[in-house]
């Protein structure tokens, strides 16, 4: 079936470090990705996104990388910073309106 | 450009109950979809409308329902409301329908007693 999962439920780095985060996905039918950031209270705020043509594509700070062969999504995040704490959501969709959400990392930066 | 906005942002009602959300999209985006969140069950899609039209439909009992209007805006109904549809209900929307980026709107937080 569908499904979109993380491997880590938790992340806890050092200011300044840079994190990364996992997800896999299980439909090889999916050929776009998207990383959102939910903050307490908030909606999810789109973060980058990627097609799968594509393997790498960089933002500013943040670089999502697809690995299709092995169906795994990954995001960094440069120089994490406090306010980069929040729920990171990876989400997959197959030319439908419908994302397919994973359950959410939760990273914690400490100072 | 304003974005997603959601009203009301909290809600609260008692079992057997029905409620509406409404969802204004980004100005010049036609699709919105409709998720809900829950600690449990994270985020699952419920709709997605498209010129007025459902496009596709999540896995939720019929008491779920929705529409768009011809200006985009959208509201979506519960019926007899139940305690497990206490839940953030999020409205996204995109400039056009199927594989495009969402954008979130700030949710409406239904919480059913």
């Known amino acids: 079936g569908e499904s979109v999962g993380l491997h880590l439920p938790t992340l806890s780095v050092q200011e300044g470090d840079n994190s990364i985060i996992n997800c896999a996905y299980s439909?090889?039918?999916?050929?776009?990705f998207i990383w959102y950031k939910q903050e307490s209270g908030k909606g999810p705020q789109f973060i980058i996104d990627?097609?799968?043509?594509?393997d790498k594509r960089q933002g500013q700070r943040v670089t999502v990388l697809l690995n299709k062969t092995v169906k795994h999504l990954s995001l960094q995040i440069a120089a994490t910073q406090p306010g980069d704490s929040a729920v990171y959501f990876c989400?997959?969709?197959?030319?439908?309106?419908?994302?397919?959400f994973g359950q959410g990392t939760t990273l914690q930066v400490k100072p | 450009k304003a974005g997603v906005t959601q009203t009301p942002r909290y809600l609260i009602k008692t079992r057997g109950q029905q409620v509406t959300l409404s969802c204004s999209p980004i100005?010049?985006?036609?699709?919105v979809s409709w998720y809900q969140q829950t600690p449990g069950q994270g985020l699952q899609f419920l709709f997605e409308?498209?010129?007025?039209?459902?496009?596709n439909k999540g896995n939720f009992p019929g008491r779920f329902s929705g529409r768009q209007f011809s200006n985009s805006r959208s509201e979506m109904n519960v019926s007899t409301l139940e305690l497990g549809d206490s839940a953030l209900y999020l409205c996204?929307?995109?400039?056009?329908?199927?594989?495009?980026?969402?954008?979130f709107g700030p949710g409406t937080r239904l919480l059913v007693l």
């Open positions: 439909n090889s039918a999916s050929d776009y």
């Open positions: 990627i097609r799968s043509n594509m």
């Open positions: 996204a929307s995109s400039q056009n329908a199927g594989g495009e980026t969402q954008y």
């Open positions: 100005s010049g985006h036609r699709s």
């Open positions: 989400a997959e969709s197959s030319n439908t309106g419908k994302l397919i």
């Open positions: 409308y498209f010129s007025e039209t459902q496009r």
